[in-house]
């Protein structure tokens, strides 16, 4: 039996950020991107669902405004972390 969970915040932070490092003029190569994702994630507190229907009701789900203020403020710190010291 295979087990398959997924981490909606994934999604969700990846779809935020882009317009975010587009504005601050972060470079939107993939690495600088898996960066950003990867810092914010790791400090976010991980949303684990285990079916599809899962899934899709978390992701219809509002965050709270105290979540969505932190993961916009982790993702505004992540790309000036990334802007200042690109891996590229």
Same mark, same amino acid.
């Given at each position: @039996?295979? &087990?398959?969970?997924?981490?909606? @915040?994934?999604?969700?932070?990846? /779809?935020? +950020?882009?317009?975010? @490092?587009?504005? !601050? /003029? %972060? %470079? @939107? %190569?993939?690495? %600088? $991107?898996?960066?950003?994702? !990867?810092?914010?994630?790791?400090?976010? =507190?991980?949303?684990?669902?285990? =079916?599809?229907? /899962?899934?899709?009701?978390?992701?219809? &789900? $509002?965050?709270? =405004?105290? +979540?969505?203020?932190? +993961? &916009?403020?982790?993702?505004?710190?992540?790309?000036?972390?990334?802007?200042?010291?690109?891996?590229?």
């Amino acid at each position: @039996m295979a &087990v398959k969970i997924k981490n909606v @915040m994934e999604d969700i932070v990846i /779809g935020r +950020m882009g317009s975010i @490092m587009e504005k !601050a /003029g %972060c %470079c @939107m %190569c993939d690495q %600088c $991107q898996s960066d950003v994702a !990867a810092y914010v994630l790791s400090k976010l =507190t991980p949303k684990y669902v285990s =079916t599809v229907s /899962g899934e899709l009701y978390s992701k219809s &789900v $509002q965050l709270d =405004t105290h +979540m969505e203020n932190d +993961m &916009v403020l982790l993702i505004a710190e992540a790309v000036k972390l990334v802007t200042e010291k690109p891996r590229h």
